[in-house]
């Protein structure tokens, strides 16, 4: 039986899933690849600390050379996280003529083009199922199991953590500042979590996704991004009597010839498939014009999840006998514009001075912005202020603008509390 | 540029789908796959019909061997459905070293061992991606995206017709004639619907899913079936009232050496990311040892979504250059014993009369029957008669049926109206 030799460029948490699953699973990987994976060397920097793996001392390295330059390693497998010296290890392997794996959405959002340019001149393949929604197959179900589609919109839930504390937020009614140090506590945040909490993780990852879908490199510059550190209990309260749960979107749509994409918290009706999506848990739904929706929903994180994904890239791999790349993933010919229109429902929640004609007065400027109501909730408290909730129609982004800075200027309105996007129902 | 030469058995529905979505992606299939798809031939019955596709008139024959013997086809595309002559075509094209691709679960689930065995011989490929849920590429993702997986379970909802019906009775509060007389009326369903509604046409994807989950065969009669019919507006107002809705599931599950499958209407909790799928939507929820659980949802049927599936493997086969084939998909080196344990929660429902004492008696057989009550619901209606209603802890279904023999015999029990399944919450 055939031999496929891996080397592993780190030996963190992901790492170690790696290697925990090719010893559990050893017999059906086999039964099903007619290949035997063995794993020849990892990259280490520490050769003498203990590790939870069950690898002779000799495979560890502190020198990358001895995987990226070896006779004896077919695939390369990047684990090592960032984008230095991550790149320049992919692209010596890739220039060596190595397969790569990767799990590093920074890395493919950041040099993507440039990596698989160079995987195609050398004929070898650069695969990253692992870096988007840990192990859920998204990025392979659109390459190789939907490419009859045309795709024009994907977006879901792709950060775990933010998923887990707007999740704890809503179902304990917590504020932001509790739930995240609970879920620092749990190990579910990072002790610095603003890359999570603003949305840059989320960016990383909707930029592949929409380089996937539609064929075309997005900068991050070009991702608007939101994120949820100013999302309220009252937002969460209002958002589950209007019948909606709020979570953190990335999304990617094609119009014409427009991509627009961003990050953002968004109202999700509670009868849509991505509200019952909680805690650590992530989906993405994919509009093609042939299949439709089509929803993946699975663990966006972890070793196992995640060690599973790299695996899956690494049997496709040796399954191809490391057969030559000479097809570019999905591209396109067309050249889309990065657009930021923000077309969409919105909910609107500011405090205001309880009397009344205030309500008609902010509905008028509303009406003068062709912004048109889906619901208003207004609560006579009795009290000085009173908070007032509008759900608008679809419209453009700068037309609630343009309403609110003229609803500002009115001196009964005491505070514009929170402008939220309300999914434009999908399904 | 290549041209891959594909011919069609069959012009119905999915037919169509399979001719529309080739002509309307063409740019995009082409620069995907550096190929060009063309249908060479089409099998139909009557020369004369006129048809809603845009092909020349020249391209349809009634010979079928002008499609699995001719030399300029190098994808068979099976869309006829049914048993015979089916098979004998798709047999038969196999040793003509075609690849064949179908969407015929019947085949399939009957006939699709030796099938795959005629296909491995002759180094060809045998694809059935549409033959379960239509658009969701559930069979290719198990195969290609998760194989890293040891698989411990797959279920889901897989039938459109009974899952609109089942929704239908439930948000509009229809006795299961009057949905099913309105889901034939909207071609949701079959003028015979007995095939959905006894559970059939699951029964038949079920196995499927469980062959490339286990990598065992499983014989139709294997599968312990119950179908919808008895569904009552009453159970459904009940599931409500506990949490749950009512959905047909069809579900597959390995432990040890055994595979317990079966297809029955079982409560899902609403908080589980089934319970969202409606009307003519499919969802599969799946299991393994790396990645936990995965779900798929996506339109379950109609000539779009599986056109998109159909034309899923066409792509495949075509982009791999018509490598031959010489692995069995997902063989398994372990024999399962199939057994029919019913290990799961229950919801029973009963008529009794109304008076002190008959909760006691019946409680007191259950217990002695090893059944622990997670919820019981008693009305007292002031009438002769009370429903009651109980949901079980879990426990295997002789149990159940053990104990329900001694309630029979109860003067004070006038009738049991319902036993189904109660999920076991797997997320």
Redesign the interface.
Same mark, same amino acid.
């Given at each position: 039986m055939e031999t496929v030799r891996i080397g592993i460029l780190g030996m963190g948490t992901v790492a170690s899933?790696l290697a925990h699953?090719m010893a559990? +699973?050893q017999?059906?990987?086999q039964?099903?690849? &007619?290949k035997i994976l063995e794993i020849e060397k990892v990259l280490v920097k520490n050769l003498n600390k203990n590790r939870d793996v069950d690898l002779d001392r000799t495979r560890f390295t502190i020198n990358v050379l001895e995987i990226i330059d070896n006779q004896n390693v077919d695939i390369v497998v990047e684990l090592i996280g960032g984008i230095h010296p991550a790149f320049e290890y992919v692209r010596d392997a890739l220039k060596n003529k190595k397969h790569v794996v990767t799990a590093n959405k920074a890395l493919i959002a950041t040099h993507g083009e440039e990596l698989e340019n160079i995987a195609l001149e050398n004929g070898v393949r650069l695969m990253y199922?692992a870096s988007v929604g840990g192990?859920?197959?998204i990025i @392979?179900?659109m390459i @190789? @199991?939907?490419? #009859? +589609?045309?795709f024009t919109e994907i977006s879901g839930i792709v950060n775990g953590t933010t998923n887990y504390i707007l999740t704890q937020m809503t179902e304990r009614n917590l504020e932001f500042d509790q739930a995240i140090k609970e879920a620092q506590e749990m190990g579910f945040a990072e002790a610095d979590p603003s890359s999570d909490v603003e949305g840059d993780d989320a960016a990383f990852k909707i930029a592949i996704l929409s380089y996937i879908a539609f &064929?075309q490199r997005i900068g991050l510059n070009e991702v608007p991004k939101e994120g949820i550190a100013h999302i309220s209990r009252e937002d969460i309260k209002y958002a589950d009597e209007l019948g909606y749960v709020i979570k953190l979107i990335a999304s990617s749509q094609k119009r014409e010839n427009e991509i627009e994409l961003r990050v953002h918290p968004t109202f999700i009706s509670k %009868?849509? *498939?991505l #509200?019952? =999506? %909680?805690n650590e848990?992530n989906a993405v739904l994919l509009k093609? +014009? #042939? =299949?439709?929706?089509? /929803?993946?929903?699975?663990?966006g994180a972890?070793a /196992? *999840?995640t060690?599973? #994904?790299v695996?899956?890239d690494?049997?496709?791999i040796a399954?191809e006998k490391f &057969?030559e790349n000479?097809?570019p993933i999905? *591209?396109?010919?067309t050249k889309y514009k990065i657009v930021n229109k923000g077309y969409s429902q919105y909910y609107i929640r500011m405090d205001v001075v309880d009397k009344p004609g205030v309500l008609g007065y902010i509905s008028n400027i509303f009406g003068k912005n062709n912004i048109s109501l889906a619901s208003v909730v207004q609560r006579y408290k009795h009290d000085l202020v009173a908070p007032l909730v509008f759900i608008t129609h679809e419209v453009e982004r700068k037309n609630i603008d343009d309403a609110l800075q003229e609803v500002r200027t009115y001196s009964n309105v005491l505070k514009i509390a929170s402008i939220i996007t309300v999914e434009k129902s999908i399904?």
């Amino acid at each position: 039986m055939e031999t496929v030799r891996i080397g592993i460029l780190g030996m963190g948490t992901v790492a170690s899933g790696l290697a925990h699953i090719m010893a559990l +699973n050893q017999d059906i990987i086999q039964y099903r690849t &007619g290949k035997i994976l063995e794993i020849e060397k990892v990259l280490v920097k520490n050769l003498n600390k203990n590790r939870d793996v069950d690898l002779d001392r000799t495979r560890f390295t502190i020198n990358v050379l001895e995987i990226i330059d070896n006779q004896n390693v077919d695939i390369v497998v990047e684990l090592i996280g960032g984008i230095h010296p991550a790149f320049e290890y992919v692209r010596d392997a890739l220039k060596n003529k190595k397969h790569v794996v990767t799990a590093n959405k920074a890395l493919i959002a950041t040099h993507g083009e440039e990596l698989e340019n160079i995987a195609l001149e050398n004929g070898v393949r650069l695969m990253y199922e692992a870096s988007v929604g840990g192990g859920i197959p998204i990025i @392979n179900t659109m390459i @190789n @199991n939907l490419p #009859a +589609n045309d795709f024009t919109e994907i977006s879901g839930i792709v950060n775990g953590t933010t998923n887990y504390i707007l999740t704890q937020m809503t179902e304990r009614n917590l504020e932001f500042d509790q739930a995240i140090k609970e879920a620092q506590e749990m190990g579910f945040a990072e002790a610095d979590p603003s890359s999570d909490v603003e949305g840059d993780d989320a960016a990383f990852k909707i930029a592949i996704l929409s380089y996937i879908a539609f &064929g075309q490199r997005i900068g991050l510059n070009e991702v608007p991004k939101e994120g949820i550190a100013h999302i309220s209990r009252e937002d969460i309260k209002y958002a589950d009597e209007l019948g909606y749960v709020i979570k953190l979107i990335a999304s990617s749509q094609k119009r014409e010839n427009e991509i627009e994409l961003r990050v953002h918290p968004t109202f999700i009706s509670k %009868k849509h *498939p991505l #509200a019952t =999506v %909680k805690n650590e848990f992530n989906a993405v739904l994919l509009k093609g +014009n #042939a =299949v439709g929706e089509v /929803m993946l929903y699975g663990k966006g994180a972890g070793a /196992m *999840p995640t060690g599973s #994904a790299v695996l899956g890239d690494i049997i496709a791999i040796a399954k191809e006998k490391f &057969g030559e790349n000479k097809q570019p993933i999905h *591209p396109s010919s067309t050249k889309y514009k990065i657009v930021n229109k923000g077309y969409s429902q919105y909910y609107i929640r500011m405090d205001v001075v309880d009397k009344p004609g205030v309500l008609g007065y902010i509905s008028n400027i509303f009406g003068k912005n062709n912004i048109s109501l889906a619901s208003v909730v207004q609560r006579y408290k009795h009290d000085l202020v009173a908070p007032l909730v509008f759900i608008t129609h679809e419209v453009e982004r700068k037309n609630i603008d343009d309403a609110l800075q003229e609803v500002r200027t009115y001196s009964n309105v005491l505070k514009i509390a929170s402008i939220i996007t309300v999914e434009k129902s999908i399904i």
